[in-house]
């Protein structure tokens, strides 16, 4: 009778220890589904990115920062650039202008030489 007793026990500590792995690896199971979704939520957050994932980023958003100043620089330039011409431009024919009277009054100048020969 003992020795069914002790069998008895066995049994029932058996059905607990079976229940308590089945529990378990239920547990396990739903953990690694929510872990499996946590990864795809932070991936599709951004917040599952590598440390060179991060820096490649960085690097870019920096690049086209620079780029975009770089741009407006160049417009600027451009601008100058065009406003100086016009300027030389304007000096160009001021100074041919200026030539021009002198060689004019040269002229005169010699005509009245010739004149008074």
């Known amino acids: 009778m003992n020795l069914r007793w002790d069998v008895d026990v066995q049994k029932l500590g058996a059905d607990k220890l079976r229940k308590g792995k089945n ?7 739903s953990l690694k589904t929510d872990y499996k979704k946590l990864r795809l939520s932070m991936r599709t957050a951004g917040l599952g990115k590598t440390s ?7 690097r ?5 920062k620079n780029l975009s100043e770089s ?13 100086l011409e016009g300027s030389l431009r304007q000096h ?9 009277k002198a ?8 005509k009245s ?3 008074w020969r």
């Open 113 to 115: 030489k010739i004149k």
């Open 23 to 29: 529990k378990a690896e239920e547990e396990l199971d």
């Open 71 to 83: 741009q407006k620089e160049k417009g600027k330039l451009k601008d100058r650039v065009v406003e």
């Open 52 to 58: 060179e994932q991060w820096q490649v980023q960085a």
């Open 103 to 110: 060689s004019l009054s040269k002229i005169d100048e010699m």
């Open 60 to 64: 870019n958003e920096a690049l086209e």
């Open 92 to 100: 160009r024919s001021r100074n041919s202008v200026v030539k021009l």
